[in-house]
């Protein structure tokens, strides 16, 4: 007979013999009552002390586990290596919702979005009161309606030595106050084969920045005062040279126009380039 099989009929009758063995109750009782039961022995006391009749209990007890126990570990190893399925106790779910604790922690929520009416009912903020619009510093400039205006005058007039080919007009200012602001506009009209062929002026040139370009039918010469730059009192001079087809030229349609700011004012003034009289009296 082979190994296993010796192993295997053991196995069968440990689980026979733990099956149909019963423990005797009553006989375990009985040993238990004789335990305690008083003894007489010669020369001594008929009973002995209450300790010693404890420590029978005790050890009778003892032997009855003992002998339980050795029963149960010959049936448990009869039964550990019999390959039967083994099942899992598995304690039932709890009814209803777990409680707060077993739930897993909850990201806290956004808060809700106030209501229309808690926006429409909110007081609005109040709108910055308005600032007093303040007067402009810059003084407006006039318009000019002639040769004279406050502490300017003005001339316009062809150089002399102009000739049937080139031509110089002269724009001549007299001011009787310090200028701290000065536009001086030279007009040339288009009447053939004009062009610019330079320009210049008596007060000192880094004191100005001068441009000329043509505008509807004119060539323009325009001189401004830079700015903390000043025009002193006196009496002085800006020439626009320009060439022309051959012949004499007819002046009639030219203009210049100032403009110029003395004590906090702006004043203009504005003329042509016919034959004018000067401010002595001279023509």
Do not use: C
């Not at 009855?64 to 106790?89: F, I, N, Q, R």
């Not at 001549?172 to 002026?201: E, H």
């Not at 040139?205 to 002193?232: I, M, R």
């Amino acid at each position: 007979m082979r190994q296993q099989d010796v192993h295997d009929e053991l196995r069968a009758r440990l689980h026979e013999a733990a099956e149909a063995h019963e423990p005797d109750r009553a006989r375990m009782l009985a040993r238990i009552e004789r335990g305690m039961a008083p003894q007489a022995r010669t020369g001594h006391r008929a009973t002995l002390p209450p300790v010693f009749g404890w420590i029978r209990v005790v050890s009778a007890t003892a032997a009855v586990a003992a002998v339980l126990g050795v029963g149960g570990y010959a049936v448990a190893s009869a039964v550990k290596d019999t390959p039967t399925e083994k099942t899992v106790a598995v304690s039932p779910a709890p009814s209803g919702s777990p409680d707060a604790t077993s739930r897993p922690p909850s990201h806290s929520a956004a808060p809700p979005a106030p209501s229309a009416s808690a926006t429409t009912s909110s007081p609005r903020a109040s709108a910055p009161p308005s600032s007093t619009p303040k007067a402009s510093t810059t003084p407006v400039t006039p318009v000019a309606k002639g040769e004279e205006d406050g502490p300017l005058w003005s001339d316009g007039s062809v150089d002399p030595h102009s000739n049937d080919f080139w031509a110089q007009s002269d724009v001549t200012l007299k001011t009787s106050r310090q200028l701290t602001s000065l536009t001086v506009q030279l007009k040339v009209a288009q009447t053939g084969g004009v062009s610019d062929a330079g320009a210049w002026r008596s007060l000192p040139e880094n004191d100005f920045t001068q441009t000329v370009a043509e505008q509807d039918g004119f060539l323009v010469y325009t001189w401004t005062l830079k700015p903390g730059s000043k025009v002193a009192v006196g009496e002085w001079v800006f020439a626009g040279q320009y060439n022309h087809q051959q012949g004499g030229r007819d002046a009639k349609k030219d203009s210049y126009t100032i403009t110029g700011g003395a004590d906090g004012k702006q004043y203009a003034v504005t003329g042509d380039f016919a034959t004018h009289t000067t401010a002595d009296g001279d023509s």
